[in-house]
């Protein structure tokens, strides 16, 4: 069966220090990955996609991911995070020829000024 | 272009009345899913139609919620009955390609209804 873990219900950083968003993922076969991003009162919005090749996937809004394939993790980065990057961020998980998304229960994001 | 578009953006009920929730997908999206949304908490996956084929149900919580898709687009979520617990927003997506697909089909979100059951 598949599953993600969101470890951190919320992340607090200051404006302009690097941040990370934690996602671990369990899935049998090959792994899609995927992080989504949902501003107050608005639907998700897609960020990053790993699917295969270069573990380092770059996203919309200067976001990035890296995929660790040994420790099940596909965790959300940024250099120097904004606040308006302030939102709750969704890691979610796929496998190969499945339509279903399992989504992880959410992280929420405060980036103070 | 035009992305997912849901209506009402707000519904408030009374517990035992029948709701519908509409879902009008980006054109050419041939998979649909709904999602419900409780607060602040994560996605709970509902239902999934894709082209012509029978659709998958399996996320329903109850017999209370049904679903359907005419023509291939617009998408109703109906939901007979409804209880306090049934307050949620409920979200709809549509993609182009699978999830695990060869490009691995992101699926585009609409703003979602807020379902509020008094």
Redesign the interface.
């Known amino acids: 069966a598949q599953s993600v873990a969101q470890p951190e219900d919320q992340v607090n950083v200051a404006e302009g220090n690097p941040l990370t968003v934690k996602c671990t993922y369990s899935v049998s076969g090959n792994p899609?990955l995927?992080w989504?991003v949902q501003y107050p009162?608005?639907?998700?919005?897609?960020l990053l996609?790993?699917?295969t090749g270069d573990n380092l996937v770059k996203g919309s809004y200067g976001f990035e991911a890296e995929f660790n394939k040994s420790q099940t993790s596909f965790h959300l980065k940024k250099p120097s995070a904004l606040v308006s990057d302030s939102a709750?961020y969704?890691c979610?998980v796929?496998?190969?020829?499945?339509?279903?998304?399992?989504?992880?229960?959410?992280t929420r994001l405060l980036v103070r000024p | 272009g035009a992305g997912v578009s849901q209506s009402p953006s707000n519904k408030v009920t009374e517990k035992g009345k029948d709701v519908e929730l509409r879902c009008d997908p980006i054109s050419g999206h041939t998979a649909l899913y709904w999602y419900r949304q409780s607060l602040g908490q994560g996605l709970e996956f509902l239902i999934y139609f894709q082209g012509n084929s029978a659709p998958d149900k399996s996320g329903l919580p109850s017999d209370r919620f049904s679903a359907e898709r005419t023509g291939g687009s617009v998408s109703t979520l109906t939901i007979q009955r409804t209880q306090q617990e049934d307050s949620a927003v409920y979200l709809c997506a549509s993609s182009l390609e699978l999830a695990g697909g060869p490009g691995g089909g992101e699926q585009f979100f609409g703003p979602g209804t807020r379902l509020t059951v008094l």
């Open positions: 899609y995927f989504y009162n608005r639907g998700l919005q897609f996609k790993y699917i709750l969704f979610a796929s496998m190969d020829s499945s339509y279903k998304l399992i989504f992880g229960s959410g």
